[in-house]
Each structure stands twice: as structure tokens, then as C-alpha cells.
Antibody, heavy 116, light 108 residues
């Protein structure tokens, strides 16, 4: 069974850092692009970052320079290092597998709260 | 950046109704579009990829159409389990991948 399990969320102060992890199983992790997508409470979905199979990375302007996506294929793991966090980064963060250009399988999400 | 505009933002419908949701792209995106369903407290689920291809395991009452700048998700006969929020996502020109703002389908 294809599965993605996020971890690492929590409460952090503005300006702080947090590292999210996503453990993948049930598929050949190294063969797929991977994404992070977030959703603030009561709001829509917002794409946060992506990493290709060759390690190429992509970010929207809202997080570029603050967030870093990475992958460790030997551990079937995806990461999101988040620095200089702001209140506006508060959301549920989902890890998702890319297939056919868009995410197909999603994890259940991990909650990040940025507050003093 | 490509903007995706979904309409309507919400709708009320009855079980058995035919429901249509539209997504318009600010520029042509060929057929590089997916549709997602999200229920409260749950992760999104991909229903349609490449604008009109049905994701494995998704009921055939869901269908997608369109190319270029205008796309449609149709539910041919709304079922109780279909009440949810639906999103489109373009992946033609990135970054960023961009979602529509969502359409909430509620019970009339």
C-alpha cells in the first residue's frame, strides 16, 4: 500500500525554525517527484514546494529563501526545513507524491502553528 | 504566475443532481490540470488527471473535460458521499503549481 506519513509539526515562535519529515512506503520513492502543500484553517490549498527525482527544487515566492525541500532516497524520506517562520505559515502541511505532473497520493498532514 | 479561477465558490444541490464546476486558467495550460476532492479534516484526493482521465478507483460519475483555458468537473448524479470541497490544480507552468480557490458542494 502506498503511504506517506508526515511528522515534525508543532508550535514555534515567529522567527523560529521547524523541520518537517515525510516517510514514504509502498512505492519506489526515488522514482517520483515529491511535493509539500499546505492549508490554513478554513482556507484553500497552497502549493509550498516540490523536488524532482534529480534533486531539482521549486518554490513559490511566498516561501523562497525561507523554506528548503530535500530528499533522502536511501531512507525513503522527504523533508521541509522551514526558517524565519511567520504567523502566515500556520497551516496543516501535506506531503504528496507527484505523478503525471500533479500530486496523486497525499499524507494525512502535520500541523504547524507559528505563535508567540 | 498562472491564476486559476474556480466557479462557483459554493453550490447547494440534492442527491441525484448533475453538478458542474468550472476552472478557468489565466493563460493556456493545454490539459495540464487535475481535480481534487477534499472532505473536512481529511487530505485531498485526486479524482481526475490530465484534465479528463479518471484516477483509478474513482467512481465513473465523475468526469473532467476541457483544454487550454477552460475546464469542467462534472458529477453526473450526486451521491451523499460527494458533499465536499473540490479544487483544480494546474501544472503546466511552474513554479508555482496553482490551485483554484475551491468549490464547496453542500446539501440542499
Amino acid at each position: 500500500e502506498v503511504q506517506l506519513v508526515e511528522s515534525g509539526g508543532g508550535l514555534v515562535q515567529p522567527g523560529g525554525s521547524l523541520r518537517l519529515s515525510c516517510a514514504a512506503s509502498g512505492f519506489t520513492f526515488s522514482s517520483y517527484d515529491m511535493h509539500w502543500v499546505r492549508q490554513a484553517t478554513g482556507k484553500g490549498l497552497e502549493w509550498v514546494s516540490a523536488i524532482g527525482t534529480a534533486g531539482d527544487t521549486y518554490y513559490p515566492g511566498s516561501v523562497k529563501g525561507r523554506f528548503t525541500i530535500s530528499r533522502e532516497n536511501a531512507k525513503n524520506s522527504l523533508y521541509l526545513q522551514m526558517n524565519s517562520l511567520r504567523a502566515g505559515d500556520t497551516a496543516v502541511y501535506y506531503c504528496a507524491r507527484g505523478q503525471g505532473g500533479s500530486p496523486d497520493v497525499w499524507g494525512k498532514g502535520t500541523t504547524v502553528t507559528v505563535s508567540s | 504566475d498562472i491564476q486559476m479561477t474556480q466557479s462557483p465558490s459554493s453550490l447547494s444541490a440534492s442527491v441525484g443532481d448533475r453538478v458542474t464546476i468550472t476552472c478557468r486558467a489565466s493563460q493556456g495550460i493545454r490539459n495540464d490540470l487535475g481535480w481534487y476532492q477534499q472532505k473536512p479534516g481529511k487530505a485531498p484526493k485526486r479524482l481526475i488527471y490530465a484534465a479528463s482521465s479518471l484516477q483509478s478507483g474513482v467512481p465513473s460519475r465523475f468526469s473532467g473535460s476541457g483544454s487550454g483555458t477552460e475546464f469542467t468537473l462534472t458529477i453526473s448524479s450526486l451521491q451523499p458521499e460527494d458533499f465536499a470541497t473540490y479544487y483544480c490544480l494546474q501544472h503546466n507552468s511552474y513554479p508555482p503549481w496553482t490551485f483554484g480557490q475551491g468549490t464547496k458542494v453542500e446539501i440542499k
